[in-house]
Every structure is written in structure tokens, then in C-alpha cells.
């Protein structure tokens, strides 16, 4: 299909991971009649929870609307962070200074967290400690940034330091940030391969796997609950919702919670090794101070540049946010102009109205979600503390369960307000306010 000069040859409208670690189509496992724990969805947050459970001998079953990791958990950019977004003290003013403590050391903890699984299972999936630079688009920013890690807490700050523009060549080669933050410790990985791991993980655990099944109803019994699916119905004793970004009606106690937002991803064509040493010095995970952020990284292999942000008031087609990202590329790195897509696609991020992940439970029926498109880490781990209480373990508590998991007077789940606070973030990102 022809799309037009911006776009190579070969041209696929899907995420560039799906090239190494392809959609998983087999058939899957049949529903069950019953089981022990029941996880719905298969994303990061599921897989970890159903892996809990079963290596702690609950019959465990996943089910999955689409195919295995159709969500977020093999769209995303690969960058490994400590993932919560406010600040200590914002936190401190919001729910007081223990808690939020003990939030950021949650923070920190996905990231150990996640590296070690990684580590002690030997999974395939391009991790490395590349550390993040966080470029400010505004000399204003610049100081804020500044500002906020001299502020931050010590055990908090993740060694990070701050880069004057001048110094910038090491980093990036570019001229469009006023410096920068570098947080050493933060990391990437390939998103597909890191859940191909995991589903093969879970297979080996005996956790059953049901490929288009989407449940369409959660029922609460004396003892447990039944779900209706798309194929059938099953009773399950506890039940754990991992849908994030995806969370439809299903229960919509959660989804007054999310707010649904398209995050959109392209991959460049390949580029020679000499510009990309040019361009991107170091391997590092690339973050901007913006508040429509753009996130970006050199492939694993370090053959091309993988781009990604928010550029529509409402949510669009990959084929039209690509060219658009492209062009944004080309700005901040004038080297690749001409430089065409091999790849576009988006996902589905879930923000919450406090910007903070939530973890819960009501009476058997437990959730964690609302990753405000920094999960890679976090679902992770929120995942395996989810899965450890479902299974009756010690060790699932989170500091998240302690706060309210807030939502909004008449908002049922479809973000009307998002087009205009797409637009207020891109007249502030412009005037640095
Ligand atoms: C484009 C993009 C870039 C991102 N980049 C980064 C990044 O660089 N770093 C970072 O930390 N985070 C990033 N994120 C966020 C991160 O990917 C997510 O936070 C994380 O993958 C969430 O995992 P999850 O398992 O909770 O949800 P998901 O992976 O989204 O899985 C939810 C699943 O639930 C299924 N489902 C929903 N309803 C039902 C139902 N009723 N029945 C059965 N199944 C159902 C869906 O089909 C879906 O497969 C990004 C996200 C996107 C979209």
C-alpha cells in the first residue's frame, strides 16, 4: 500500500518489537471449569501475578480478550525507570511524609525488582543498565529539574546528576535541550522479548492460558465468583484484574478509575552506525521535560531510532501520527531529516487522576493498574505483589494500597476532557509554564 514519501518500502503499521518476538496465534488452552485464581488480562501486570500463583500451587488460569501481551506490555518504549511520576514532596503534601516514602521506595524497588527477575531467570530480552537522560526543552526547565533532584532525598535520587549544554555532546547530538538529567540507574530492554520470556515462564509454571476470552461479566457467589466469557463460563475462587489501559466495562468500579490515553511509537529506517554514534553517543533510554513527553531510544541493536509521544488532540491512526512524529524527530535531530518509517503503531496507557499506580483488593477481587505509561517496572512488580496476596502469600503488600484510588464526579470512563488538556500541555510545553 502506497502511503508516501515519509514512509519506507516496507512499511509495517505495528510495534517494531513484534518483528523479533512476533504475536503469539496459537490456539491456547481451553477454558477451564474452575480454578484457583483466575488473572484477566496478560500483560506485565498478569503474567507476574499468575506466576505467583502458580509457583505457589494454585491452579492459575490467564484470560486474555485478544492474543497474549496484546496491550501495552509488547507496544511500549523499552525504558525501565523507578516510574513514579510526582515528586517526595508532592506526595508528602498529598498523603504525608511516610507514605510518601515509602511510595518512592516502592519506586525503587520495581526497578531492583525488575533487573533481578530478569537476572536470576535468564531471560532473553535485551536488558541493560544504560541509564536515562532526561533533556530540558527549556533553560527554565533546566533549573527546575535542577532544583528537584538537589531536593530529593539522597536514598532517592538514584545517583542522578545533572548536564549543562555545554556538556551535552557526550550525551546527545543535538542542540535542542538547555542540559539535562542523567538517572544512571534506569534501563531498557526489548518489550516483545521480555514478554515472550514471561509467557514461556508461565507455561512452565502450569499456568493455563485462554487466547480470545474476553470476560464479559463478573459474577460474586457465596464462595468466590463466576465469569462469563466470550467462550464459556468458569468459577474461579480469586480473581485478579489486569487490564490497565484496556479496562472496559467489565467493572466498572475500576473503570471510573482509568483514563484511557493513546501513546503513539515509531521505528525509523536503519541509519548508518556512524550517525547513530553521532546522534546517540551512549546507549542510553532518552526522556524530555516536556509534558507531552517524547520518549526515545536506539534499537537494541542500535540499527535505528525508535520515537515516541503524544502528538493528536484525539486519539488517531498510526499512519497519521507516524509522519507527524517523524517530523518531530527530524527537528530535534535536523541529521535525520529525510530519514523515513519502517514502523508506527500506539497503545493504550492508564492514567489516574492523582498520577499514581493503584493496587487493591475487595473481597477476593483484586487489581493493579493505572501505570500512567511508566509500567514496564512497575507492573512487574505490582503484578507479583498482586499475585502474592491472591495466592494467600506474605510479601503482597504496597505502599498503594494505602491511598484512595481516586476518580472524578460523572466520569464513567471515556476522557471527553482529553483533547482540550492535550492542547493547554502543548501551549505550556511552547511557553514553558
Ligand atoms: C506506546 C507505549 C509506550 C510505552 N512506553 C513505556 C516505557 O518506555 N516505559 C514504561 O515504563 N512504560 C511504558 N509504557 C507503559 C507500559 O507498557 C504499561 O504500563 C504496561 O505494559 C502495563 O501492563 P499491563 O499488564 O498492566 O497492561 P497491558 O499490557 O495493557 O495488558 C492489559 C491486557 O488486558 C486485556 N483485557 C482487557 N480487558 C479484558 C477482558 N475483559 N477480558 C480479557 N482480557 C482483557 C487486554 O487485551 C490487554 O492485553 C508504554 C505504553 C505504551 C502504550
Not at 45 to 59: E, I, K, P, S, V
Not at 89 to 101: F, K, Y
Not at 122 to 148: C, I, K, Q, T, W
Not at 316 to 324: A, M, Q
Request: glycine content about 10%.
Amino acid at each position: 500500500m502506497a502511503h508516501g514519501p515519509a514512509f519506507a518500502e516496507n512499511y509495517r503499521p505495528v510495534p517494531y518489537w513484534w518483528e523479533a518476538a512476533p504475536p503469539d496465534t496459537s490456539a491456547g488452552d481451553a477454558l477451564p471449569p474452575e480454578a484457583d485464581v483466575a488473572v484477566v488480562g496478560s500483560g506485565y501486570t498478569g503474567l507476574h501475578a499468575a506466576l505467583q500463583c502458580a509457583w505457589a500451587g494454585r491452579a492459575t488460569v490467564i484470560l486474555e480478550a485478544e492474543v497474549p501481551g496484546w496491550g501495552c506490555s509488547t507496544r511500549n518504549g523499552g525504558q525501565v525507570s523507578t516510574s513514579v511520576k510526582p515528586s517526595f514532596a508532592e506526595l508528602s503534601a498529598r498523603q504525608g511524609p511516610e507514605i510518601a516514602e515509602a511510595i518512592l521506595r516502592d519506586g525503587q524497588a520495581s526497578l531492583d525488582f525488575t533487573e533481578r527477575f530478569i537476572v536470576e531467570n535468564e531471560l532473553d530480552a535485551d536488558f541493560r543498565v544504560v541509564g536515562r537522560f532526561h533533556g530540558a526543552h527549556m533553560a527554565a526547565s533546566y533549573e527546575r529539574l535542577a532544583r528537584e533532584i538537589a531536593g530529593t532525598n539522597p536514598a532517592f535520587r538514584t545517583n542522578a546528576y545533572m548536564v549543562t549544554k555545554r556538556e551535552m555532546a557526550t550525551e546527545l547530538g543535538t542542540d535542542a535541550y538547555f542540559g539535562g538529567a542523567v538517572f544512571p540507574r534506569h534501563a531498557s530492554l526489548d518489550p516483545g522479548k521480555y514478554h515472550r520470556e514471561l509467557l514461556r515462564l508461565c507455561r512452565d509454571a502450569g499456568v493455563q492460558i485462554v487466547p480470545k476470552c474476553r470476560v464479559t461479566e463478573l459474577e460474586r457467589q457465596a464462595t468466590g465468583f463466576r465469569l462469563r466469557t466470550e467462550n464459556g463460563a468458569l468459577r474461579a475462587g480469586r480473581v485478579v484484574l489486569a487490564t490497565n489501559g484496556y479496562s472496559g466495562p467489565l467493572s466498572p468500579w475500576h473503570r471510573r478509575r482509568v483514563v484511557p490515553i493513546g501513546s503513539y511509537v515509531i521505528a525509523t529506517e536503519p541509519v548508518t552506525a556512524a550517525l547513530m554514534d553521532r546522534l546517540f553517543p551512549t546507549d542510553r533510554v532518552l526522556s524530555d521535560t516536556r509534558k507531552l513527553v517524547y520518549y526515545y531510544r536506539p534499537a537494541p541493536d542500535r540499527s535505528r531510532v525508535l520515537f515516541g509521544g503524544r502528538v493528536s488532540l484525539t486519539e488517531s491512526n498510526p499512519d497519521r501520527t507516524g509522519p507527524v512524529l517523524l517530523a518531530e524527530l527530524a527537528r530535534l535531530f535536523p541529521a535525520l531529516d529525510g530519514t523515513r518509517l519502517s514502523h508506527s503503531w500506539s497503545g493504550t496507557v492508564a492514567y489516574s487522576f492523582d498520577t499514581l499506580m493503584h493496587t487493591g483488593e475487595d473481597a477476593g477481587l483484586y487489581h493493579a493498574m493505572g501505570y500512567c505509561g511508566s509500567g514496564v517496572g512497575m507492573a512487574g512488580y505490582l503484578g507479583m505483589k498482586t499475585g502474592r496476596r491472591a495466592a494467600g502469600l506474605d510479601g503482597g503488600e504496597t505502599a498503594f494500597d494505602r491511598i484512595p484510588y481516586p476518580t472524578r464526579p460523572f466520569y464513567r470512563g471515556s476522557p471527553w476532557f482529553l483533547a482540550p488538556s492535550v492542547l493547554v500541555y502543548r501551549i505550556r510545553d511552547r511557553f514553558g509554564w
